[in-house]
């Protein structure tokens, strides 16, 4: 039998079905006597506490694990749970109605309920979910039967078949023994499949009816690149499932195999391949994946969870350790690129982040955080080969600005006579147009351009690309943006500027091979793209490359550039077709 | 004493910004209250402010009483406009 739905993370898994029901908790309703209610009020308050203790521990676990800014639907249910709608409201029936705590949670429930029902906002309605699995875990406390510990303790390895998972439950689950899921509700955006990517477990959502469709223990194929899950596959099915499977492990072996290869074109071009880091542990990751070096090392890690500036000594400790562990490749720190928000939590916000104060904008409020940092990273530069990329700068005032702070903080190191570099590696990030509009005039004060495409693009085409509505017109391959690109290449090529792009565009195989056609010969991503892209890059030839991206900027729509390059580089890109 | 706002952040008053408003609203003393036409909230609730399904565009009485309502007023007013720090 076969299903189809959302494949939400990508992979093959097969194996035997364990069926999650979230087991709906009988209610026993009874009446108290009047000397029996301060105890049942007790326990009603103890399985609150015990439900707000568990709550707490899965935001932790799942910060830490995930690393994910989700942990805001945990903030909300902690919320629910102390909720005067539903804490308050519950006391008052117990002590009132005399009844049992169970009943009196189901009661506010189902009041809650309705008033949720009645709303005819769609996603205001569906909080009631939120506030469902809120109480269901306090009506488990009561119970005494405390955290679900199937999902947190599974018996061995199984495809997980759901109707849903609420975010808990997925939170909690322990993904080590999850060989794949599969759920009846569910969008991409839904929290599971957040998680399931994150942990790089194949899953499909909005199956509809799985759990009434597939048998525990039955045998379940679950294709989460291509939305399918098949359950007790017929030999000749299941076996081209194995193949598949195996061919995307062959093609997985042979992105690892090339590791140790040179990135060079046929050709003998040479393009860096360099990682995007977010967090120190990364750098490992990015040398296991081939990276030389790390392109762009995100700084605002080390602001924590507390958003604290941190000292100039701990900051020299994280870049010095980031120098170590990539050596002897270059490490690319990328001043605070902080928001107002991040400057005091719960503080004043801008009304529109993107174009308000932020970065190095934000210096006259923090003139010492930045003078902190630049002062460590100097420091470690003595160390290594460190480089310092300022982000969001406009032009050549701003570009003056940073120097002269950098300047400033090299003369604070002088007289206190501390150990610093006396010559850094100093860039751009080039990702607002106006600076890309004055490249020319910015290559002679710098030593290499980092052209931030995600935040260009978005900026050029003024479009969100995180906004469902309009991500179509996120396009990279837009005659402006390549049109751009050449401008700002062409100006670091005759300054003798090194030009790099991190940024999404380096870590598809498309648009990664047109900007080696633009003359980039640095590419910045997250690790796990790099055996791809340098697989692309040692398929392709610099100088047909150089070609295309020229004929690319005579065609008017993104459309036409990407099926021009598509039919044009088919050879360059088959092999890498399985993925 | 009472002030109205309007909702500017694309996704309204959703699970997050409403628990940032809730936060807040707690760091108070004053009584908090969120109107919208005839329903009224208690703004430290959190149930009651999606019950308000205040989505982008919504016009809504904030209310406070007690001894710090006017940093209270003062506070939630700049959250509710400063779109809780999302897009607009």
């Not at chain 1, 072996?253 to 040479?270: G, K, W």
């Not at chain 1, 500027?497 to 990664?512: F, H, I, K, Q, R």
Request: charged share 25%; hydrophobic share 45%; net charge negative.
């Amino acid at each position: 039998m076969q299903l189809t739905g959302i494949g939400v993370s990508p992979g093959i898994a097969v194996g035997p079905a364990l069926i999650v029901e979230r087991e709906d908790v009988p209610v026993v309703r009874l009446r108290l006597g009047p000397d029996a209610v301060p105890a049942e009020v007790d326990r009603f308050l103890r399985a609150v506490a015990a439900s707000r203790e568990q709550l707490e521990g899965i935001k932790e676990r799942l910060a830490r694990d995930a690393g994910s800014p989700h942990g805001y639907i945990f903030d909300a249910h902690l919320l629910m749970l102390e909720d005067p709608l539903f804490k308050d409201r519950a006391l008052a029936v117990l002590r009132e109605e005399h009844v049992n705590a169970e009943w009196a949670v189901r009661k506010v429930a189902e009041e809650l309920h309705d008033r949720f029902a009645r709303l005819a906002d769609d996603y205001f309605r569906e909080r009631s979910s939120d506030l469902d699995d809120v109480l269901g875990r306090v009506l488990l406390n009561l119970r005494g039967a405390g955290d679900a510990p199937s999902l947190r303790r599974l018996p061995g390895s199984f495809v997980l078949v759901a109707a849903g998972l609420a975010p808990s439950d997925a939170a909690e689950l322990d993904w080590e023994r999850v060989l794949a899921v599969a759920t009846d509700e569910g969008s991409a955006t839904y929290h599971t499949s957040i998680l399931a990517r994150s942990f790089g477990v194949p899953a499909v959502v909005g199956l509809r009816e799985a759990t009434r469709r597939i048998a525990p223990g039955s045998l379940v194929v679950v294709d989460g690149t291509r939305g399918q899950v098949v359950t007790e596959p017929s030999a000749p099915m299941l076996a081209s499932f194995r193949a598949a499977q195996e061919r995307d492990r062959v093609e997985e072996e042979r992105l690892q195999s090339i590791q140790a290869l040179a990135s060079v074109t046929r050709d003998d071009a040479r393009v860096v391949l360099l990682a995007n880091v977010e967090f120190p542990d990364d750098a490992e990751t990015a040398r296991l994946h081939g990276a030389e070096g790390i392109g762009l090392f995100r700084s605002e890690y080390l602001l924590g969870r507390t958003r604290e500036w941190p000292t100039e000594e701990r900051q020299l400790e994280v870049y010095l350790q980031l120098l170590r562990d990539v050596t002897p490749h270059p490490v690319t720190v990328r001043t605070w690129d902080v928001g107002l928000e991040d400057l005091a939590p719960g503080g004043p916000t801008c009304a529109n982040p993107a174009l308000g104060e932020r970065a190095l904008r934000l210096l006259p409020r923090a003139p010492d955080a930045f003078r902190r940092q630049l002062r460590a990273l100097l420091r470690a530069a003595a160390q290594g080969p460190l480089r310092i990329l300022f982000p969001f700068l406009t032009g050549p005032s701003d570009l003056r600005a940073a120097l002269d702070l950098l300047a400033e903080a090299r003369e604070s190191l002088e007289a206190q006579g501390l150990d610093h570099a006396a010559r850094v590696e100093v860039g751009v990030n080039v990702e607002v147009p106006s600076a890309a509009l004055t490249a020319d005039l910015l290559a002679g004060e710098v030593d290499f351009f980092s052209i931030g495409t995600n935040d260009l693009v978005q900026y050029v085409l003024a479009a969100d690309r995180g906004d469902p509505r309009v991500s179509a017109h996120y396009q990279p391959l837009h005659p402006a943006v390549l049109r751009l690109l050449r401008s700002v290449v062409a100006a670091g090529q005759r300054a003798g500027v090194t030009v790099s792009v991190c940024g999404e565009m380096a870590a598809d195989v498309l648009p990664a091979l047109v900007l080696v056609g633009l003359g980039v010969r640095e590419l910045s991503m997250n690790p796990a793209a790099i055996p791809r892209v340098k697989a692309a890059v040692r398929a392709a030839r610099a100088s047909e490359l150089q070609e295309l991206a020229e004929a690319c900027l005579d065609l008017p729509t993104a459309q036409e550039i990407e099926s021009m390059l598509r039919r044009a580089l088919a050879d360059v890109l088959a092999p890498l077709a399985a993925f | 004493m009472s002030r109205e706002v309007v909702i500017r952040n694309r996704l309204g008053m959703h699970a997050r910004a409403a628990a940032r408003f809730v936060h807040t609203a707690s760091q108070f003393r004053a009584r908090v209250t969120v109107r919208r036409h005839d329903r009224v909230m208690d703004g430290k609730s959190i149930l009651g402010i999606l019950l308000l399904a205040a989505g982008q565009g919504t016009r809504l009485t904030l209310g406070a009483e007690g001894d710090d309502e006017t940093a209270a007023i003062e506070a939630l007013s700049a959250l509710v406009a400063s779109g809780f720090g999302e897009d607009t």
